[in-house]
Each structure stands twice: as C-alpha cells, then as structure tokens.
C-alpha cells in the first residue's frame, strides 16, 4: 500500500471544480434565503427562522453542478409501520460526497399526508439532508418539510390534550 499517494492534476482540477462548484450553490442558497420576495417559495419562516425547501435545494443542485452529482436512495427499512430512506450523494466518477437519512411513521388510512405517503415523505426529507449535509447553508440541517411536520405533530398533542 502506498502511504504517500499523491494526486494526479485530473484530480486536482476534480477537487477544485467541485469545491467550485459548492461554493456557487452556498452563495446562490444564502441569497435565496436573504430575499424577501422569496418567501413561501424557496424558503418558510418557521417561529421567526428560515428554512429551505427540499425543492429549492434540488433546484439549486441541479442548476450549479448539472449532471455531475449523481442521487441515490436506497430503503434501509420497511414494514408495515415505517420506513427508512438514506439519499447518498455521489460524484459521477463514483466517489462518495454525503448522505442523509430519514424516518416516517406509516399510516394509509390517515389524513396526515406525512403518514399515508411515508415513503414518498420520507425520500424527500432523506434527499434533503443529504443535499444540506453537502452544501451545509444555514443552522439547521433540517428542511422546511421536516419542521412543518414536527410543528404539526404539537399543535396535534395540543388538540388531544384540550379533548381529553
């Protein structure tokens, strides 16, 4: 094994492109996020932050590395109750850049759509994450699709509470 590998100048240029590549998406998503006329379209104010649609991210994904990055999901789990999603992202030369995975509650019966359209949910959020775990734009990894449910689920507790 050859401890003192060293890279070839196609690497190199790999490597620089990418991070290239990461910092246009960084800098078109925090625009994105600093523009009013924005809101309810690429991002959601949620209790007074901002968050990023999962659609944005793809949007911006696609736009600042064409098809350069390839986006795989892959069910880790699935029965009758949840599942689990994992959306790893790869570069086209088939090194490994992230991942990110989600978990959902199933339900076909429920009107909750998060429950009776959990894997479709559940890909969403895991390409989100994946995708923030990548371009890693503002403080949270979680997108607006995953708070939206999390804010949902409480005013829900809250409910049954005052029922009970």
Same mark, same amino acid.
């Given at each position: %094994? /050859?401890v003192?590998y060293e890279?070839?100048?196609?690497?190199r %240029? @790999?490597?620089?492109?990418?991070?290239? &590549?990461i910092?246009q998406?960084r800098?078109?998503?925090?625009e994105?996020l600093?523009?009013e +006329?924005?809101?309810n379209?690429s991002?959601?104010?949620i209790k !007074?932050?901002?968050?990023?649609?999962?659609?944005t991210?793809m949007?911006?994904?696609r736009d600042k590395?064409?098809?350069h990055?390839?986006? +795989?999901?892959?069910?880790?789990?699935?029965?009758?109750?949840?599942?689990?999603?994992e959306a790893?992202? &790869?570069h086209?030369? !088939?090194? &490994?850049?992230?991942s $990110?995975?989600?978990e959902?509650?199933?339900?076909? %019966?429920?009107? /909750?759509m #998060?429950k009776?359209k959990a894997?479709?949910? @559940? #890909?969403?959020?895991?390409? $989100?994450? @994946?995708?923030?775990?990548?371009?890693?734009? !503002?403080y949270?990894?979680?997108?607006?699709?995953?708070?939206?449910?999390?804010?949902?689920?409480?005013?829900n507790?809250?409910i049954?509470k005052?029922? #009970?």
């Open positions: %094994m /050859n003192n890279s070839t100048s196609a690497e %240029m @790999c490597d620089e492109l990418l991070n290239e &590549f910092v998406a800098l078109k998503l925090t994105l600093a523009d +006329k924005e809101v379209k991002w959601v104010n !007074g932050k901002r968050y990023l649609t999962v659609a991210l949007k911006v994904l590395f064409n098809h990055l390839i986006l +795989k999901s892959e069910i880790k789990h699935d029965c009758i109750n949840r599942v689990i999603i790893t992202l &790869f086209k030369r !088939g090194f &490994f850049l992230s $990110g995975l989600a959902r509650w199933k339900d076909p %019966m429920s009107s /909750n #998060q009776s894997i479709e949910c @559940c #890909q969403t959020a895991a390409w $989100g994450r @994946c995708i923030k775990s990548l371009l890693a734009v !503002g949270d990894i979680s997108t607006a699709d995953e708070i939206d449910r999390s804010i949902i689920s409480d005013i507790k809250e049954d005052e029922v #009970q």
